[in-house]
């Protein structure tokens, strides 16, 4: 018998006895894509937890998976992910459905009830619920040929930071306040002005007077330095909010075998799990690291936060009102988030429902 015959034979007894199939496995090829820099969170997962699970979860399947990573706008941008995904750009993503207001209202139910709950991780549950529960949220990202994988990421509580002390909304009378996207919505009825604004700009705006504060959550606020134009940060309570959802181009979904299927969700649950976590240590940290750094930490009392939101328009009605004229079911999405919120327990200083 020849030397490579010989070899041939070994090899093969071997892959016998360990049951290893000695056929290669096949190669699908993913970009995932999201229109943030991996300096932020939500794509920091993307990378350190999706990938390696949805690897792991494939061993042993036949499959493997070759990831190209497109973030920071080299694909899509901010806002521009729902498209990227529905043209068959990328096939999996992290959509921000905070900048989708129009195309995906039910997944934004959070803006529009603001001062319900602090809790990302509540949120984020009962919003994952509520896929599962009303088929109208599925149906919205149906319509953008986009599967639902079970995942997402929620913003930590949304607080007020101004370069002038808030001890009650009074003192918010004619001061231009900014805000992203819906939750300008939070200002109407105080006295305030309020303006949409983008993070990027909002130090330098502070900083010239364009501004006399912003409403932003903590851990975006600690890296941007914030609390150097507007040092007077104010716990509001106005809530954590759902903002982005792990999702995949649906025709291509659907053409994959099970086991990849099942791995694709199963990284989704793990990205969520794992964002959680990391968020609410980077919360503490970014709170304490203002307050370091020249920035003072008030809590508006319960009495005010009530005012608060007492003061503020239907906002949640009208919301529902033109996302059914959309044929969702904004109403009973509203009415089975703020149930679920009453039934965890959540302070909620004005009962947002339309029960």
């Known amino acids: 018998m020849n030397t ?32 943030h820099p991996p300096v932020f969170l939500w794509v920091k997962h993307l990378t350190e937890t999706y990938i390696p699970t949805v ?22 941008a901010v806002g521009g992910e729902l498209e990227a995904l529905e043209d068959g750009l990328a096939e999996v ?3 921000p459905t905070v ?49 639902y994988l079970g995942g997402g990421f929620a913003l930590d509580n949304y607080l007020l930071m101004t370069n002038f002390p808030v001890e009650s909304i009074d003192d918010l009378s004619g001061r231009r306040i900014a805000a992203p996207g819906p939750a300008v919505n939070w200002l109407e009825g105080t006295g305030a002005v309020g303006v949409a604004g983008n993070l990027t700009t909002y130090y330098n705006d502070i900083q010239t007077g364009v501004f006399d504060g912003v409403i932003v959550f903590p851990t975006a606020a600690a890296p941007a330095k914030l609390q150097e134009v507007a040092p007077h940060i104010t716990i509001t309570d106005f809530g954590a909010q759902y903002a982005g959802s ?22 989704a649950k793990a990205y969520t799990e794992a964002y959680l976590q990391e968020q609410n240590s980077r919360v503490e940290a970014a709170l304490a690291g203002m307050q ?19 003061a503020l328009p239907q906002i949640a009605d009208t919301w529902a009102k033109a996302a059914e004229a959309d044929d969702l079911p904004a109403s009973e999405v509203l009415d089975a988030y703020i149930g679920a919120l009453k039934e ?12």
């Open 4 to 35: 490579h015959l010989r070899r041939a034979l070994v090899a093969a007894t071997f892959l016998a006895s360990t049951g290893v199939s000695a056929q290669a496995q096949e190669e699908i090829s993913v970009t995932l894509v999201n229109g």
């Open 93 to 95: 993503g992290v959509v």
């Open 246 to 267: 792990v999702v995949a181009n649906k025709p291509w979904f659907d053409e994959q075998p099970e086991a990849v299927q099942a791995a694709l969700r199963e990284g």
């Open 292 to 310: 370091e750094n020249g920035g003072t930490l008030t809590t508006l009392s319960d009495e005010e936060k009530a005012r608060w939101a007492a």
């Open 55 to 76: 690897n792991k979860a494939l061993e042993g399947s036949g499959y493997t998976i070759a990831w190209s990573e497109a973030y920071g706008g080299t694909l899509a």
């Open 99 to 147: 900048f989708e207001p129009t195309a995906l209202p039910l997944q934004n139910v959070s803006y529009f009830t603001p001062f319900s709950t602090p809790d990302p991780r509540l949120v984020l549950e009962t919003v994952n619920a509520l896929h599962e529960s009303v088929p109208g949220m599925i149906d919205s990202w149906e319509r953008y040929d986009v599967e």
């Open 344 to 355: 965890a327990g959540a302070p909620l200083p004005r009962d947002w429902s339309q029960r």
